[in-house]
Each structure stands twice: as C-alpha cells, then as structure tokens.
C-alpha cells in the first residue's frame, strides 16, 4: 500500500497521468456520444474500465 501522505511523487505521477488521459477521453466520449448514440454503450464501456 502506497502511503500517500509521505510519498508526493506518487502522487504527482497519478494526478499527471489522470489530467492527461482525462483530457483526452473526456472530449472523445462526448464527441462520440453526440455523433453515434449507438455506440454510447462502448463509452459507457470504456468509463466502466477507466474506474475499475
């Protein structure tokens, strides 16, 4: 178990890698629900397995 208090660096790699795939997914999520709603369940999908 990481002990998040002490060690920053874990921390400050997570946050950085969470920004960056979030500002990528984020917008091709919504771009993809607005053009397709078909495939809203593959986002769906892929939000799912973001947060697992």
């Known amino acids: 178990m990481i002990d998040w208090s002490k060690d ?4 400050r790699i997570l946050t950085e890698k969470w920004t960056i795939s ?5 917008p091709a999520i919504r ?4 053009v397709q709603p078909v495939t ?5 999908r892929i939000y799912w397995f973001i947060h697992i």
């Open 31 to 34: 771009q993809i629900t607005q």
């Open 40 to 44: 809203r369940r593959t986002s769906l």
């Open 8 to 11: 920053s660096k874990w921390t």
């Open 22 to 26: 979030l500002r990528i997914i984020l």
